[in-house]
Nanobody
């Protein structure tokens, strides 16, 4: 089994920044892609960004140029640096780690006030 734990959410004013972290742990596992989704109240969960083990990245259009995803393979950790935050970025951010299946964390809340 793989455990995925997010941290770093919080309340920030529009234009501010936050950095989310996500650590995957377990025994005898291999992690491939990792990434982030988010879900705002009343909306479907949507992809934010993902990163392969080799460092290839992919971003959703609304966050391109503002968010940056990175990872530390030695620590099985992925980061999401979020800059120029907007109220529309408010939501619960979920991290996932792909091993033999996709494992999800419980999420961390990000609230951006106007």
């Amino acid at each position: 089994q793989v455990q995925v734990v997010e941290s770093g959410g919080g309340l920030v004013q529009a234009g501010g920044s936050l950095r989310l972290s996500c650590a995957a742990s377990g025994s005898s596992f291999s992690i491939n892609a990792m990434g982030w989704y988010r879900q705002a109240p009343g909306k479907q969960r949507e992809m934010v960004a993902d990163i392969t083990r080799g460092g290839g990245t992919n971003y959703a259009d609304p966050v391109k140029g503002r968010f940056a995803i990175s990872r530390d393979n030695a620590k099985y950790t992925v980061y999401l640096q979020m800059n120029s935050l907007k109220p529309d970025d408010t939501g619960r951010y979920y991290c996932y780690a792909d091993s033999w299946k996709r494992f999800w964390g419980q999420g961390t809340q990000v609230t951006v006030s106007s």
